[in-house]
């Protein structure tokens, strides 16, 4: 999962709670596979030591301590905005994110651009899985089937029992159209159907 993030200091744009809902989404995501950056804005963070200044307000070693308690990694070691990292690259593997540059600044952005590698591997799934198209049936031919069987006498299912799972469901159809695909291979069907 791939994640951008713009955290905001200023309590009248989002309110109060920003940084306890940004703990939140980390500790959410902290057991996925992940990368989330963006503009977290804790100036009061030294990371080149991985630790809050003196002056650091509460929430910023909240964050600390929830990056690690997840053990989330933080990739950007070079200053983002003036002399302060603001942009940071989260993820919870040290090994997912490398290659970390500063390009300078952004048009008039006060904030540099980064540019990094996301080191994933990828594998081709080899499950294969029937789907059935229903919108491609064709229905005339199984009504016309269905007219030459002879209904009477025969146990069936109650519509409640039909229509109590989707899974039960498809598998009934693959019963029934197995079932008429060895009627309609009768003999008499085959004549009735020339005929008509």
């Known amino acids: 999962m791939i994640g951008v993030c713009c955290r905001t200091p200023t309590t009248s744009v989002f309110g109060t709670g920003n940084d306890d809902m940004l703990r939140d989404l980390l500790q959410e995501i902290g057991s996925k596979h992940h990368v989330l950056m963006g ?33 989330l990694s933080q990739h950007v070691t070079v ?24 390009l300078g600044s952004f048009a008039s952005s006060d904030h ?53 799972g989707g899974r039960r469901l498809e598998r009934l159809l693959i019963l029934w159209r197995r079932s008429t695909f060895r009627l309609s291979q009768h003999p008499a069907l085959k004549l009735r159907s020339q005929c008509g």
Request: hydrophobic letters at 35%; one cysteine or more; aromatic letters at 12%.
């Open 39 to 71: 503009d977290f804005n804790y100036p009061d963070i030294d990371w080149s030591v991985h630790s809050c200044l003196p002056t650091a307000s509460e929430d910023s070693q909240l964050f600390l301590d929830c990056l690690d308690d997840n053990f």
């Open 79 to 102: 200053p983002t905005r003036k002399d302060s990292i603001l942009d940071l690259v989260i993820s919870d593997d040290p090994d997912t994110v490398d290659g970390v540059q500063n």
């Open 112 to 164: 540099d651009i980064l540019s990094f590698d996301i080191n994933v591997s990828v594998t081709e799934s080899s499950i294969r899985r029937r789907v059935l198209d229903y919108a491609k049936g064709d229905y005339m031919s199984m009504r016309n089937e269905l007219a030459y069987r002879q209904w009477t006498g025969k146990v069936f299912w109650s519509p409640c029992r039909l229509w109590s």
